[in-house]
């Protein structure tokens, strides 16, 4: 998998899989879109709250590093479990600018350990966040009823359709406590109508910049 490093409309910078053209976070902008789908729609609901949340996608590690900064403001405890196949190179991940367009210097180090910690086994970065990286393949997760939030982050239905079917959702919506909630940036017709069939009850919200919608799922 050939990846490379870009910039993004807000400065915020994200990988492209040359070939696919496809890109890890909106090319309209990375953070923008991290913080409006999965922070402004999805972790601040659970405000003062202790929550289990998984990503499917770990990825660059934006949305672990935006939610680590925004749990504090949040007065959450976080037990974040991140699920990634096809783990960063660590020249790639040098080359990310996160630290640099939140304004958070002093944070570069929680940035880098989100990379470095081992993987399956729950790291404390702070006294109110541990994170638990899970190399695999979306297809093989088996949670049943662990978590409170999912952030659906996988790449779009138009290089892997395969992860926005039935079988899949079916698989998120097991891995949901009740009243559990999923977020994630698309909005297609045929992934809405496959989390309705497995038992979400889905809200259409307005989309990050450059896109019309995106979706919120509750689990029944």
Same mark, same amino acid.
């Given at each position: 998998?050939?990846?490379?490093?870009?910039?993004?409309?807000? %400065?915020?910078?994200? *990988?492209?899989?040359?070939?696919?053209?496809?890109?890890?976070?909106?090319?309209?902008? +990375?953070?923008?879109? +991290? /913080?409006?789908?999965?922070?402004?729609?999805?972790?601040?609901?659970?405000?003062?709250?202790?929550?289990? *949340?998984?990503?499917? &996608?770990?990825?660059?590690?934006?949305? +672990?590093?935006?939610?680590?900064?925004?749990?504090?403001? *949040? %007065?959450?405890?976080?037990?974040?479990?991140?699920?990634?196949? /096809?783990?960063?190179?660590?020249?790639?991940? =040098?080359?990310?600018?996160?630290?640099?367009?939140?304004?958070?210097?002093?944070?570069?180090?929680?940035?880098?350990?989100?990379?470095?910690?081992?993987?399956?086994?729950? =790291?404390?970065?702070?006294?109110?966040?541990?994170?638990?990286?899970?190399?695999?393949?979306?297809?093989?997760?088996?949670?049943?009823?662990?978590?409170?939030?999912?952030?659906?982050?996988?790449? $779009? +239905?138009?290089?892997?359709?395969?992860?926005?079917?039935?079988?899949?959702?079916?698989?998120?919506?097991?891995? *949901?406590?009740? &009243? %559990?909630?999923?977020?994630? /940036?698309?909005?297609? %017709?045929?992934?809405?109508?496959?989390?309705?069939?497995?038992?979400?009850?889905?809200?259409?919200?307005? $989309?990050?910049?450059?896109?019309?919608?995106?979706?919120?799922? /509750?689990?029944?």
């Amino acid at each position: 998998m050939n990846r490379k490093v870009i910039l993004t409309q807000d %400065g915020s910078s994200t *990988l492209e899989i040359e070939g696919w053209d496809e890109h890890y976070h909106s090319t309209h902008g +990375a953070i923008t879109e +991290a /913080y409006h789908v999965f922070i402004h729609n999805g972790l601040a609901l659970f405000e003062g709250k202790e929550i289990h *949340l998984l990503e499917i &996608g770990l990825g660059t590690g934006l949305n +672990a590093f935006i939610t680590f900064l925004e749990h504090e403001r *949040l %007065g959450q405890t976080l037990f974040y479990e991140g699920v990634e196949a /096809y783990p960063l190179l660590e020249e790639e991940v =040098q080359k990310l600018n996160y630290v640099e367009r939140l304004q958070v210097p002093d944070k570069m180090d929680i940035f880098y350990k989100i990379h470095q910690s081992p993987w399956g086994t729950f =790291q404390k970065l702070s006294d109110t966040f541990s994170l638990k990286k899970r190399q695999q393949f979306f297809q093989d997760i088996d949670d049943k009823e662990q978590f409170d939030l999912i952030y659906f982050d996988a790449f $779009g +239905a138009r290089v892997q359709p395969e992860l926005w079917t039935m079988p899949l959702f079916e698989k998120m919506y097991q891995a *949901l406590r009740e &009243g %559990g909630i999923l977020v994630t /940036y698309a909005s297609k %017709g045929s992934a809405r109508r496959a989390m309705q069939e497995v038992g979400f009850q889905v809200e259409k919200l307005p $989309g990050a910049m450059g896109k019309r919608e995106m979706v919120r799922a /509750y689990k029944k």
